[in-house]
Nanobody
Framework: QVQLVESGGGSVQAGGSLRLSCAAS????????MAWFRQTPGKEREAVAG???????TYADSVKGRFTISRDNAKNIMYLQMNSLKPGDTAVYYC??????????????????WGQGTQVTVSS
């Protein structure tokens, strides 16, 4: 059974940093197709960043240059390093993974495993 557990969320002031973690069990992050999404109340879940088999990363325009997706194969954890945070980054952040090859890393329908989410709040 695949389980994804996010952690690392919290409250931070604008300009600050947070690192989110997604610990996987029953699923290997090595060479896997995984991503981070986020959602605010009343809005659709949106892509933040995706990583594919060869570790190539893709980012939403809104986070390019500020966020970095990575993974630690030995620990079986995926990360999202978030720097220069803005109030607009406030959301629940979700970890996602796919059991198939992903052609569009920022497309929500590509992923069939999801974590429970972790809240990130950025104050001005």
């Amino acid at each position: 059974q695949v389980q994804l557990v996010e952690s690392g969320g919290g409250s931070v002031q604008a300009g600050g940093s947070l690192r989110l973690s997604c610990a996987a069990s029953g699923y290997s992050v090595r060479g896997a197709y995984m991503a981070w999404f986020r959602q605010t109340p009343g809005k659709e879940r949106e892509a933040v960043a995706g990583i594919v088999r060869d570790d190539t990363a893709t980012y939403a325009d809104s986070v390019k240059g500020r966020f970095t997706i990575s993974r630690d194969n030995a620990k079986n954890i995926m990360y999202l390093q978030m720097n220069s945070l803005k109030p607009g980054d406030t959301a629940v952040y979700y970890c996602a993974a796919s059991q198939w090859v992903v052609m569009s890393p920022l497309l929500i329908s590509e992923y069939n495993y999801w974590g429970q989410g972790t809240q990130v709040t950025v104050s001005s």
